[in-house]
């Protein structure tokens, strides 16, 4: 082989070593670390809950209409017209309270007759019974004396309660509702006079479904609203179940007593009704902590720095919030939001200054 080839090869080898050997710096080599490389992995924003103690209140909602504690219509007992009347819309009365009387003069007149008839015969007797222990007159005599004392008793009875009947008064303490009769009018018996509510207490009845009837018991605390006192809720209690449930709407009545001293509540009103079922200190955290995969549930709970996934189980489910029965303890962080970039182990940037409190802990059932 002449010079020049044996030249030509050892460049051709030369070429192919220089080749192999920027191909293995740059492809198979190992190379020193960037900085964001020695650093690890970026931190991932994120906002936290504290895991914390909580009375959840499970309640059941229902609606009713009020009705005074005792109604009644005031009708007179018997014609007549109209010469006093004390019946005042929206007024107070007392039980007994004179609310109207009728022209009494004829009944006046035969009470008097009566009470006449009964000093009389009570005289009569008298005379006789002292005759009598003289044997001056007939035992038959005292009999008859002794009757028709009892007959003019029950005449004078008679004609006092035809005067009684008279007098209109209010059988219990209540409001007067409105009225239109006038003073000198004629009524019948039986005419409505006015309507007198005792609204010191308010019933309010609601229906329930039967799934709860073991569960609701006299006693047991209800709270009411309207949306004519929007900014009021009224306090009460459960004072009777019917004792029997609809089949058609498989649902049975209950009965509620709502305090009502100032009588700010009338009569007929519709309420919104809330009844508190159940009441328990839960660990509860946001709803939107948990994660559910497959047959998991977990919440990412921050320690040193780090999100690691921590198993748990939940319960009730209330408002946004979620009971956590095992797996997580009082005043554990745990993330609510960032949770798609999270990983288990991946070091967090944590948004905020406090964590994110649970924001209620009542419920519906």
Known sequence: ?????????????????????????????????????????????????????????????????????????????????????????????????????????????????????????????????????????????????????????????????????????????GIVGLTDVDLGARVAEGDLLTRLDDLSEIEVEFSLPETLFAQIRPGQAISATSSAFKDREFAGRIEALDSRIDPVGRSFKTRAIIPNPDHILPAGMFMSITLTLSESNELVVPEEAIIFQAADTYVFVIKDGKALRQPVQTGQRLGGIVAVVSGLEQGDLIVVRGLQRVRDGSPVNVLGDDPTPAMTTDGGS
């Open 1 to 173: 082989m002449s010079v020049w080839k044996q030249f030509l090869v050892l460049c051709l080898l030369a070429g192919v070593a220089y080749g192999g050997y920027m191909a293995y710096f740059t492809y198979f080599a190992p190379t020193a670390p960037t900085a964001s490389e020695q650093a690890g992995p970026r931190p991932v924003s994120v906002e936290l809950a504290r895991a914390e103690l909580r009375v959840l209140k499970q309640t059941i909602e229902a609606v009713g209409t009020t009705r005074a504690r005792q109604s009644v219509e005031i009708v007179p007992e018997t014609e007549g017209r109209i010469v006093e009347i004390n019946i005042k819309p929206g007024a107070q009365v007392a039980k007994g309270d004179v609310l109207a009387r009728l022209d009494d003069t004829i009944e006046r007149a035969n009470f008097t007759e009566a009470e006449a008839r009964l000093t009389q015969q009570r005289q009569s007797l008298d005379r006789i019974n002292v005759l009598r222990k003289t044997n001056a007159v007939a035992r038959a005599s005292q009999e008859e004396a002794t009757a028709l004392l009892a007959e003019a008793t029950a005449q004078l009875d008679r004609a006092r309660r035809r005067l009684e009947e008279r007098t209109i008064r209010a059988p219990f303490n």
